[in-house]
């Protein structure tokens, strides 16, 4: 197949381009030249900014485009204009963020989508993202219709490469060992898919011309913040002691969940790591074991610059990614301050 990722260089995009080139496909990658430039240099690299002019993509035909970097509804006009119809099967990178609500537990591709009150509104923020990414889902099934569109509604991307340092952050904090603040409950649900199967499957819906929307997180079988961390103390410091903490002190401490301590959610909003991904494993959506994203994902922090496992600026046009985690000292006086309040043991309850 001739496949155009628009994107390609940095997280999601990389795996997708790696896989394309070792399944043998013919890959175009259109990016902005400026993260990776060298990587895949069996592929054609077309360089423009999306929010300037697309004449690069004015010629040639593909089989399929999979558009990972659509954040507003712009974006995913000026693709469609400059193909003018030269793609076969569009593939576009939403988020389960596009639901208007996640209030309950098992929400599916047929709930409603979020609604922005200025839908003419650019500004990629927390508030507006998901709004955005469900315009963008309108404007590609305007452009490429229902027939020739597939929607793919990822939840947390892990794995190696990833920019944003939340997940991979729980991975370094339990390499250090000692006592681990562990936040609410080890029953609490989670939800994240190592990136390289998202890849797999997205590739696979490519390959097959897929249409529709689908979710697109894991595990198969649910998870608990407890069974992860626990799998995390295993595989890279055994000698760590998770010392679970009740969430009402954390919140009454002023701990932001998701930054402060990521994938961490609290009760009110947990049913975002209860996504209902049905779709997608009838659809043959596969996800690795995690002890080996955990050791794979490890691996590649010990090896990257500080930089690359650490967020702070927008990923692309995304919106501004706050640094995440707790510092060594704040996590220290939190722990303190839990046990004499609770009359804990120096480790606590393990999971």
Known sequence: MRILILGGTRFLGRHLASLALARGHTLTLLHRGHSGPALFPQAEHRIADRNGALDVLARDTWDAAIDTSAYVPRHVRSVAAALNGRVGHYQLVSSISAYASLAQPGTAEDAPLAKLADPTVEAVTGETYGGLKAL???????????????????????????????????????QRGGSVLAPGTPDAPVQFIDARDAAAWMLDQAERGSTG??????????????????AACASLQPAARLQWVDEDFLLAAGVAPWSDLPVWLP?????????????????????????????????????A???????????????????????????????????????????????
């Open 136 to 174: 963008c889902e309108a404007e590609a099934l305007h452009a490429f219709g229902p027939a020739g569109c597939c929607i793919v509604r990822p939840g947390l991307l892990v794995g190696p490469f990833d920019p944003t340092g939340r997940w991979t952050w729980w991975l370094q904090r339990i």
């Open 213 to 230: 929307a689908y979710n697109l997180t894991g595990p198969a079988q649910p998870l608990t913040m407890g069974q992860f961390l626990a």
């Open 267 to 303: 009760r009110a909003t947990q049913a975002l790591h209860q996504t209902c991904i049905a779709r997608a494993l009838a659809a043959g959506l596969q996800c690795r074991p995690l002890a080996q994203t955990i050791a794979d994902t490890a691996a590649w922090a010990a090896q």
């Open 305 to 351: 610059a500080p930089a690359a496992t650490s967020a702070g600026a927008s990923i692309g046009a995304g919106p501004p990614r706050p640094a995440v985690g707790l510092a060594p000292e704040c996590e220290a006086a939190l722990l303190a301050a839990w046990r004499q309040q609770a009359k804990a043991p120096d480790g606590g309850p393990e999971a």
